[in-house]
């Protein structure tokens, strides 16, 4: 794991920093006991104590694999990036960081980047894939609703269609740090709905949004995507949450189906944490 990225993380244990072992195998914390993580062959540390349900299946990460890797997205990719070049910054975390698309394209520009979620088979291929690119990101197995940080240690942190811990956040955060959250805009996949469903609805947006801190901007992106094989519809619609509420008589109506165009639609909201502590 890059040593900038090391140096963000903590013991779940004790909250003692971490530092690597000679061998960089593992890694102690600096506590009384020295509490030992080994580093996964990939590369990430499972800081993980409790048990916790672990988030999206290993189907879901598939598919959002495959459809993210085909570039669909990569539009609000570049207008986060736009957005944190404007921040000064030199630690980013990424709250909810899946399978590490997004993650990895924010080590850039010089600042270390932690990605945190609870799914090890998310976590393994954005490791192996930060490996490749040989980039300053790392990545960790834990809740977002227990971040192994520091107090006030993150100049940065993103929160991308993942629950957004607004308490924990804010202990994570330097003072005057920022936090950028994205969510489904109201049109977002309407094109997939009326595919499916007799009566398409639009979205309602976020409803997680943080209440102590001061919004700063917003900003909405849309347009439009032309999915043109039967594999990339249905990894769309199997890394959605409308997946799980769609009866079986719905889901096969996107059968056969080869080509689909859609909305998508995307809010991001910049807000920032108070300068005092």
């Known amino acids: 794991m890059y040593p900038a990225v090391l140096q963000l993380l903590t013991c779940p244990i004790c909250s003692y920093p971490l530092t690597a072992t000679a061998d960089e195998k593992s890694c102690r914390c600096t506590g009384e006991k020295s509490h ?16 916790a349900k672990e988030g999206d299946s290993k189907e879901a990460i598939q598919a959002r694999r495959l459809f993210l ?14 957005i944190l070049r404007q921040i000064p910054s030199h630690s980013l975390l990424d709250a909810g960081c899946g399978e590490g698309y997004y993650t990895n394209q924010f080590a850039v520009d010089g600042r270390g980047v932690l990605g945190i979620d609870l799914p090890k088979t998310g976590v393994d291929y954005a490791a192996r894939r930060a490996k490749q690119l040989q980039n300053r990101a790392g990545f960790a197995v834990a809740s977002v609703f227990q971040l192994p940080v520091a107090d006030a240690g993150i100049d940065v942190i993103t929160n991308l269609f993942a629950p957004c811990a607004e308490e924990e956040f804010s202990r994570a955060l330097k003072p005057g740090g920022h ?9 977002h996949l309407l094109g997939l709905k009326r595919a499916i469903y007799e009566h398409p609805y ?8 943080p209440k102590t801190m001061e919004l700063l901007d917003t900003v909405h992106l849309s347009y439009e995507i032309t999915l043109e094989s039967a594999e990339h519809i249905q990894a769309l619609f199997s890394m959605t949450p409308y997946y799980w509420r769609t009866s079986p008589k719905d889901r096969e109506k996107l059968n056969g ?5 859609t909305e998508v639609e995307f809010d991001i909201f910049l807000f920032r944490k108070g300068q005092k502590l």
């Open 36 to 51: 030992c993580f080994d580093f996964s062959k990939s590369g990430y540390l499972n800081l993980l104590c409790a048990q």
């Open 69 to 82: 890797e085909a570039g669909y997205y990569q539009p609000l990719v570049e207008k986060i990036l736009g």
């Open 179 to 187: 936090l950028l959250l994205v969510g489904a805009g109201e049109k």
């Open 202 to 209: 639009k979205n309602e947006g976020r409803a997680d949004l």
């Open 257 to 261: 189906i080869q080509t689909l165009t």
